[in-house]
C-alpha cells in the first residue's frame, strides 16, 4: 500500500504492512503518533480514558466480526472515545450470549471527551441486559472501572464531591454508580484494548461508526 496522509495533522506514514496483511482492505484515517494521542491519557481520574499502543484503528463492525473467535464470548462489551479529545466522539454497546449478538446501541456527541464516551457506554449498555441477568460487564478504560468500583463510594458519602474539588462527570458518574449499585447481578471488569477479542473489537467499531454514518 501507498502512503497514507494522516486526517489530523496531515503528514504522511505507510501503515504497518503486517496489519494491512491481518485486516484486508483496512486503511487507516490518523498516523500512529495522532491515533494514541486521540485515543490515550493517563491513569489517574483527570486523565483520558484509556492508552492504546499501536493498532489497528477504526475496523468496521464487518471487520471486526472477521477477527478470529477470541476473548470472552459472553457479556456486555463498551467503548466510546473521540478525536481529538476533547471533540467529537462516540459510544458502542454490544450484548453477546454464547458468541451470539443479542442487543447493540451506539451513538456519539459534537463536543466531548474519551471519558464522557466510556462512561455514557456503560450507562446506555447496561439497558440492554435484561433486569436479574447475570452478566459480566467488559470495558477497556481501566479509569471507568476504577471509578464505580473504588471512588464513587466515597464521594456519595460526601455529597458527590471529591477532597480536592468536584467530581469530573458527575451528571453521569453519579447514575451509572446507582444504576451499578442496584443491580448486583452485574460485574463490571477491565479487558485489555486491541488484543484481537472479537467483541471489545465490535464495540470500538461501533463506538467509531458515528463517523462513517455523516
Given at each position: 500500500?501507498?502512503d497514507?496522509?494522516?486526517?489530523?495533522?496531515g503528514a504522511?506514514?505507510?501503515p504497518?504492512?503486517?496489519l494491512?496483511?491481518?485486516?484486508?482492505?483496512w486503511k487507516p484515517r490518523?498516523?500512529?503518533?495522532c491515533y494514541?494521542?486521540a485515543?490515550?491519557?493517563?491513569?489517574?481520574?483527570?486523565?483520558?480514558?484509556?492508552?492504546?499502543?499501536?493498532?489497528p484503528?477504526?475496523?468496521?463492525t464487518?471487520q471486526?466480526l472477521?477477527l478470529?473467535?477470541?476473548?470472552p464470548?459472553?457479556?456486555?462489551?463498551t467503548?466510546?472515545?473521540?478525536?481529538?479529545?476533547p471533540?467529537?466522539?462516540?459510544?458502542?454497546?454490544v450484548?453477546?450470549?454464547?458468541?451470539?449478538?443479542?442487543?447493540e446501541?451506539?451513538?456519539?456527541?459534537t463536543?466531548?471527551?474519551n471519558?464522557?464516551?466510556?462512561?455514557?457506554a456503560?450507562?446506555?449498555?447496561?439497558?440492554?441486559?435484561p433486569?436479574g441477568t447475570?452478566?459480566?460487564?467488559?470495558?477497556?478504560s481501566?479509569?471507568a472501572v476504577r471509578?464505580?468500583?473504588?471512588?464513587a463510594?466515597?464521594?456519595?458519602?460526601?455529597?458527590w464531591?471529591r477532597?480536592?474539588g468536584?467530581v469530573?462527570?458527575v451528571?453521569?458518574?453519579?447514575?451509572?454508580?446507582e444504576?451499578?449499585r442496584a443491580r448486583?447481578e452485574?460485574?463490571l471488569?477491565?479487558?485489555?484494548a486491541?488484543v484481537?477479542?472479537r467483541?471489545?473489537?465490535?464495540?470500538?467499531?461501533l463506538a467509531?461508526?458515528?463517523?462513517?454514518?455523516r
Amino acid at each position: 500500500m501507498t502512503d497514507v496522509t494522516c486526517a489530523e495533522c496531515g503528514a504522511s506514514f505507510t501503515p504497518r504492512a503486517e496489519l494491512l496483511e491481518r485486516y484486508p482492505g483496512w486503511k487507516p484515517r490518523t498516523c500512529p503518533p495522532c491515533y494514541r494521542a486521540a485515543k490515550g491519557g493517563s491513569s489517574g481520574p483527570r486523565g483520558g480514558g484509556r492508552k492504546r499502543a499501536s493498532s489497528p484503528a477504526q475496523l468496521t463492525t464487518d471487520q471486526a466480526l472477521a477477527l478470529p473467535a477470541s476473548g470472552p464470548a459472553t457479556g456486555l462489551f463498551t467503548d466510546g472515545g473521540c478525536v481529538p479529545n476533547p471533540g467529537p466522539g462516540g459510544w458502542g454497546a454490544v450484548y453477546v450470549v454464547d458468541g451470539d449478538i443479542v442487543d447493540e446501541t451506539h451513538g456519539h456527541d459534537t463536543s466531548t471527551t474519551n471519558n464522557r464516551m466510556e462512561l455514557t457506554a456503560l450507562l446506555r449498555g447496561i439497558e440492554l441486559v435484561p433486569a436479574g441477568t447475570p452478566c459480566t460487564v467488559f470495558t477497556d478504560s481501566n479509569l471507568a472501572v476504577r471509578t464505580i468500583t473504588e471512588w464513587a463510594q466515597g464521594w456519595e458519602r460526601r455529597g458527590w464531591k471529591r477532597k480536592t474539588g468536584p467530581v469530573e462527570n458527575v451528571d453521569l458518574v453519579r447514575p451509572l454508580y446507582e444504576a451499578v449499585r442496584a443491580r448486583p447481578e452485574l460485574e463490571l471488569q477491565w479487558i485489555r484494548a486491541h488484543v484481537g477479542y472479537r467483541w471489545n473489537e465490535y464495540a470500538d467499531a461501533l463506538a467509531d461508526r458515528w463517523q462513517h454514518e455523516r
